[in-house]
């Protein structure tokens, strides 16, 4: 199709959303060409598609009324499922979604925090009540997409500052970092270690500076040897761990933001000879399963991740049912859970 043929007709504004007749005609294409794109089809070439997405975000899109409504279904979207993180989100949307006769269905992004081209078509083929995309979330033309049909979508722990363009819900990452610093400052210790999650991570840069606050309010000082960058990942305890425990001055504690870093900790202090807590106190983030399990139990920060998936899907439910959010940013508490493995430093 040249770009003759996509020169739009009739491009003066239009007070109300367009129907699919109307946006074939502004688009110069056909309506089946519409219809297609309208419902996630991939048999559009590239460029016809987005031309045609182009005229659907300027004029809106009105459903026709023989239209069916969207799908019983709420789309929950992970990164990656592994671990006892997804499950946990979960068990709060399949809560929600039960209450109001929903089905959920589960994707997986392989690791990538950014849906693929073909995801949102499939989305789109579905029509499902709503999305929750967790530890990811839509480009902007994704985002434009689903919001042109109708079909609302709530970010859960998103990877970028959470502002209130998409619903979103999180929790007190920043409190969490500075209580579990705090907490081992408050046993005596100073030489105290942190390792993060990516540095893209919100939550990842939260949790940092609330380490780094608390250092600053405890008056003990900062030693940019002791900050170090991980992914969230086991290896990662263990690695920064064995570089940690090398420096001609250790740290007594490690700060691990979340708990599978802290597994990891373990790991590389048993191999060093080192006892937890004796010899090298450990505090977690999320008190996900095994923390509780571990020997010694870990001291970890409490994340609210039942609760953050219940709430993510009331959110999509009440902006599919055309109901306005009491607020699009929704930040649930934390909570330090003390168990056995943060002791005083030894003397």
């Known amino acids: 199709m040249t770009s003759g043929h996509r020169t739009a007709r009739g491009q003066g504004p239009s007070d109300r959303p367009l129907t699919i007749a109307q946006i074939a005609e502004r688009a110069g294409v056909s309506i089946a060409t519409v219809s297609k794109v309208v419902n996630g089809r991939a048999d559009v070439a590239a460029d016809t598609r987005a031309h045609v997405e182009g005229v659907i975000r300027r004029h809106g899109y009105r459903r026709q009324k023989k239209t069916p409504g969207p799908a019983p279904l709420l789309d929950l979207v992970f990164h990656a499922v592994e671990g006892s993180y997804p499950v946990e989100i979960f068990k709060g949307v399949d809560r929600v979604a039960r209450e109001h006769q929903l089905a959920v269905v589960l994707s997986e992004l392989q690791g990538r925090h950014t849906p693929g081209r073909g995801w949102v078509e499939s989305v789109l083929a579905r029509r499902p009540t709503g999305v929750i995309a967790v530890f990811s979330g839509p480009t902007d033309e994704q985002s434009d997409q689903l919001r042109t049909r109708g079909i609302p979508f709530v970010l ?60 600053d309010l405890g008056g003990a000082v900062g030693d940019p040897e002791l900050i170090r960058t991980g992914d969230f990942k086991v290896a990662d305890g263990v690695t920064h761990t064995r570089e940690l425990l090398r420096l001609p001055d250790p740290p007594t504690a490690v700060f691990a933001c979340n708990d599978g870093q802290a597994l990891g900790v373990y790991r590389a202090a048993a191999e060093a000879g080192l006892r937890v807590p004796q010899d090298l106190s450990v505090v977690g983030f999320d008190d996900l399963y095994p923390a509780q399990w571990l020997a010694p139990p870990l001291t970890t920060v409490r994340q609210p991740l039942t609760e953050m998936g219940a709430a993510a899907a009331g959110m999509a439910v009440t902006l599919a049912n055309g109901e306005p959010l009491a607020q699009r940013r929704v930040e649930l508490a934390t909570e330090l859970v003390i168990r056995e493995s943060t002791a005083p430093p030894r003397r």
């Open 156 to 215: 859960v722990d998103p990877t970028g500052d959470p502002g209130h363009t998409c619903p979103s819900v999180g929790t007190s990452n920043w409190n969490g970092g500075l209580t579990a610093t705090r907490h081992l400052l408050e046993l005596g210790h100073r030489r105290i270690a942190v390792i993060t999650g990516p540095e893209h991570a919100h939550s990842s840069r939260a949790r940092l500076d609330g380490y780094r606050a608390a250092m």
